[in-house]
């Protein structure tokens, strides 16, 4: 049988139009057929914590109010021109205008099409955040080794 | 993001059942019949409907 194409993303960025790359990207190919893994590490973690709002999550208490301070997948601020906020709110809008998925449209599809997820360890650690912080789709929490080897003979994209 | 809202659709078939999806001319039209029939789905007819909006009619094998 043939061997999947496979299309791997390291997902570091925790901005609303890099994630919604991250997330165009693994839905996009999963549906024509890929294997898709995404590594998400550092702020790239916001966008698969259960709580999409801010809150004060992690062990300790620097982690704690830096988690709050970051927040989840509905509080992800743009790039560029955030306006405290209202970027991303109005960025939404326009999508939705134009009928092209919104962010949580291409999350529930990269879900529905079994992409799978990865937590960084390392991140993790730094973070204070546990598994348990994450949705239950996440299937494992990986090192740099054994993403590379997950990865081995595909694609793969920094973002 | 077309073919993605349609692949979603067509695993929800029964094996057997016919489905319609619209299309805008361009990318989707050009895409999605392609890569359905790659995936193993039967494209039985794509019709013009109206200005570029295009009816495509395939089948779950």
């Known amino acids: 049988m043939a061997e999947k194409n496979k299309l791997s993303i390291i997902s570091m960025s925790g901005d609303f139009d890099k994630v919604i790359a991250v997330f165009t990207l693994a839905s996009g190919a999963a549906a024509v057929g890929y294997e898709v893994n995404i590594f998400f590490t550092f702020w790239g973690l916001n966008s698969i914590k259960k709580v999409t709002g801010r809150s004060f999550i992690g062990t300790g208490f620097m982690a704690r109010f830096f988690n709050f301070l970051l927040g989840g997948r509905k509080s992800l601020p743009l790039s560029r021109l955030n306006f405290w906020g209202l970027s991303p709110i109005l960025m939404t809008s326009m999508m939705k205008g134009k009928n092209v998925a919104p962010l949580e449209e291409l999350f529930d599809a990269s879900k529905a099409l079994k992409v799978n997820f990865y937590a960084c360890e390392m991140a993790m650690h730094v973070l204070g955040l546990t598994k348990d912080d994450f949705i239950p789709e996440v299937k494992d929490v990986l090192g740099v080794a054994s993403f590379l080897e997950l990865s081995k003979g595909g694609q793969t994209l920094f973002i | ?61």
């Open chain 2, 1 to 61: 993001m077309t073919f993605v809202k349609a692949k979603l659709h067509l695993e929800q078939l029964k094996p057997g059942d016919t489905t319609e999806i619209l299309l805008v001319a361009g990318e989707p039209l050009d895409n999605v019949p392609r890569t359905a029939t790659e995936q193993g789905y039967q494209v039985l007819e794509s019709v013009h409907v109206r200005d570029n909006i295009h009816k495509l009619t395939i089948k779950k094998p």
